[in-house]
């Protein structure tokens, strides 16, 4: 058969007791691709990758790695490279050890093994730690090694749990540029959990939203960012405003809306156009962030809806709280979401 | 020292001369030349420490204390080992429970525990008072061979035993590369406690001597309610060198700082 998938969920629940951790997901994980798996702290994420690395016995549906049945068998049958949020390098081993340790399992004889451990050690750029221990090393040092390790055995899969969190700021922003380059050099499949949008969008071929053991919705980012499915997604990746209509809702983000001056003509008349007064301003160097109190014709509760813009700075017109200011946003920028 | 602090400082210089005082008497009456234990000592000879080596029943004790000394420790971690690893890996309900149970001989008087095992064992089941001892002893450490070792293994991140199954390692090969190794200073540290432990020990062997077989303590005991030259106190000190020698042994080794850091933890 035709293998066009790294491995696929189906219908794969997790039940802790009587919580459901995972609720029964379908999913297509592409071959050759990075998937970020992306959704608030408890959502799942965790749990599906430990079900698919054979940690975790799904307690219903099935699990297929490049279109075998996997989902019984324990991870040392599965050959996938995970790379755990804490690293789990061997303490007890030198560098070299920890990432040929699964080399020698796989019985490749010394000098073989000593080749691809050197290679996968530059790869990461850290051929010259190759016999330090690793409590020798950065958290950020450590953390490729975990990464070349998991890459040195060539798994058919490359799993990888919040990699970044434990990094600092700076490093993180590498670390994603260089996570991104192991990927298509080696072309290797990968699953990375985040719980930051900002990671998810800039790293992944397919990114995969979640929330409460559910799939809410999948696709590029290119496909995902731009047309939230419903108000969990949209609010997870930063759009802020929500405006009611008759039989729906539709959202706008931050810097797509435009505040002006009442008595300005309206920049609009097919997009969004409310009447609205200034609440609060936050200048931000870049830009200003305006909190407004609108009036919502389609509003069923008589009170004001909050809404946020983010005007840059620059071209911003001169606002102060309680000026009253027409609110608009571009028809191409709005977002029609089930109510 | 912690100056800043200086009523738990001199709390515990106070503590440690309550320590000390005794055995450095005791090791100064050891160097006497005279024939009673006296303080000053008459002089200075080391005729009781050639009294000592050359006593025949202090010499056939030491060799039966240190025999159980070192089966109680082996045995103790051949059965605590695996009980560890059951509690804190395992998948078994009602951990806190079993852990309970498990730390009990703690709890209960050893003279009761020697009292049961005579009755049963020696006086019902017709043992001899070498195996009595071995499985007292056995009972009696292994409940530090649990606490120590599953305190190093509770200190092992799982994640790292994960790592190595991901990696292509079988649960039986994962433990002889990843666990066992880091346990190695948690293994040693409840080894030498349990040897420590059962060497000293005197009411269970007190319990369950005979004629043939009797530990150096209750040996030592029996001879001072006898006699009372300093042939007692030099075989003490002869067993506090064997002590310290151990001791700084396991620090070049181990360290302490991995050995209590395990006991405490
Ligand atoms: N072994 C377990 N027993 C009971 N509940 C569990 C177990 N493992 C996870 N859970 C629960 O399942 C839910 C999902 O956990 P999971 O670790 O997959 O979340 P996550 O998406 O990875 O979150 P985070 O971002 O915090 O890591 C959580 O509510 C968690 O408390
Ligand atoms: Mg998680």
Redesign the interface.
């Known amino acids: 058969m035709s293998v066009t998938s790294a491995a696929q969920f189906q219908a794969v629940s997790q039940v802790f007791g009587d919580f459901t951790a995972v609720d029964a997901i379908d999913l297509t994980i592409p071959e050759g691709k990075l998937t970020t798996l992306l959704g608030p702290s408890g959502c799942g994420k965790t749990t599906s990758l430990r079900m698919l690395?054979?940690?975790l016995r799904p307690t219903g549906g099935r699990i297929l790695i490049r279109g075998e049945d996997f989902t019984t068998a324990?991870?040392?049958k599965?050959?996938?490279?995970?790379v755990?949020?804490?690293y789990?390098?061997?303490?007890?081993m030198s560098v070299a050890d920890n990432v040929g340790?699964?080399l020698k399992?796989?019985r490749v004889s010394g000098s073989e093994r000593a080749k691809r451990v050197t290679e996968a050690l530059e790869m990461v750029g850290l051929a010259h730690l190759a016999g330090s221990r690793p409590k020798q090393l950065s958290g950020g040092q450590q953390q490729r090694v975990a990464i070349a390790?998991?890459v040195a055995?060539e798994p058919d899969l490359l799993l990888l749990d919040e990699p970044l969190s434990n990094l600092d700021a700076r490093l993180r922003l590498q670390m994603r540029a260089e996570i991104r380059r192991i990927q298509s050099e080696t072309g290797l499949s990968v699953v990375l959990v985040t719980h930051d949008q900002d990671e998810a969008l800039e790293m992944s071929d397919q990114m995969v939203v979640m929330k409460d053991g559910r799939i809410q919705q999948q696709g590029s980012p290119q496909d995902v960012f731009p047309a939230p499915a419903n108000r969990f997604v949209a609010e997870f990746l930063g759009y802020e405003n929500f405006v009611p209509t008759a039989d729906a809702q539709v959202t706008v983000r931050p810097e797509h809306l435009h505040v002006n001056a009442r008595q300005s003509p309206a920049a609009t008349s097919d997009g969004l156009s409310l009447d609205g007064r200034v609440t609060d301003l936050a200048y931000r160097g870049v830009d200003v962030l305006v909190t407004l109190a609108a009036d919502a014709p389609g509003s069923s509760s008589p009170d004001p809806i909050r809404l946020v813009a983010d005007l840059r700075a620059s071209t911003a017109p001169d606002l102060r709280i309680g000026d009253e200011v027409a609110i608009t946003a571009s028809p191409g920028h709005l977002v029609t979401l089930p109510a | 020292m912690n100056t800043r602090r200086p009523v738990a400082a001199s709390l515990a210089v106070l503590g440690y001369i309550v320590m000390i005082a005794p055995l450095f008497f005791v090791v100064i009456t050891a160097f006497t030349a005279g024939s009673t234990v006296r303080f000053p000592p008459d002089g200075f000879s080391l005729r009781w420490f050639e009294a000592a080596v050359t006593y025949q029943p202090f010499m056939s004790a030491l060799a039966s204390s240190l025999q159980l000394a070192v089966f109680a420790a082996v045995a103790s971690l051949a059965l605590g080992v695996p009980v560890a690893l059951a509690i804190h890996r395992g998948k078994i309900p009602g951990k806190g429970l079993l852990e309970g149970m498990f730390l009990s001989p703690l709890i209960v008087p050893e003279l009761v525990v020697g009292l049961a095992l005579y009755q049963q064992f020696m006086i019902g089941l017709g043992m001899n008072n070498l195996t009595t001892l071995a499985i007292g002893h056995t009972v009696l450490m292994f409940p530090y061979a649990v606490r120590v070792t599953g305190a190093s293994l509770a200190l092992i991140d799982p994640a790292v035993e994960d790592a190595a199954r991901g990696l292509g390692a079988s649960p039986m090969r994962t433990f002889f590369t990843i666990t066992l190794p880091l346990l190695r200073p948690g293994i040693f540290s409840a080894a030498l406690l349990a040897f420590v432990t059962s060497f000293n020990n005197v009411p269970l062997s007190l319990l369950l001597q005979s004629r043939e077989f009797r530990t150096l303590p209750v040996t030592m005991l029996d001879y001072v309610q006898q006699n009372y030259d300093p042939i007692v106190a030099s075989t003490s000190v002869l067993i506090l060198a064997g002590t310290v020698l151990v001791a700084v042994v396991a620090e070049r080794t181990v360290g302490f700082a991995k050995i209590f850091g395990g006991i405490n933890r």
């Open positions: 690395a054979g940690y324990p991870p040392e599965r050959n996938l490279g995970m755990f949020q804490s789990a390098l061997f303490p007890h340790y699964g399992l796989r390790r998991a055995i």
